[in-house]
């Protein structure tokens, strides 16, 4: 789920550093980093504004979603969304 949050984020231009805290966000924010690489990226988003917008924003998104009810779609919904996606890869 958060992995498809992160590639929201991943149009941007951004060095390498950046690039890193994209990609292991979800690890951190779920807490499943080793300690170097938390230190590292953690240091970077403290001077880095867009990656410390990013990850606010990735938080806060993770945080709203865990905290909302779970909640079927309609069998309706459902088939469209799949119709919608099979044309979508046609394209
Ligand atoms: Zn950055």
Avoid: W, Y
């Avoid at 984020?9 to 938390?38: N, Q, T, Y």
């Avoid at 990735?58 to 996606?85: C, H, M, W, Y």
């Amino acid at each position: 789920m958060v992995s498809r949050i992160v590639g929201m984020f991943k149009r941007h231009r951004m060095d390498d550093d950046c690039l890193e805290v994209r990609e292991r966000s979800s690890d951190l924010i779920d807490g499943d980093i080793d300690e170097p690489s938390e230190r590292r990226i953690k240091g970077h988003i403290g001077r880095c504004g867009p990656c410390n917008t990013f990850i606010n924003t990735l938080r806060a998104t993770v945080n709203l979603l865990r905290s909302t009810p779970r909640q079927e779609p309609s069998d309706g919904f459902r088939a469209r969304v799949l119709k919608s996606i099979r044309e979508d890869q046609k394209s």
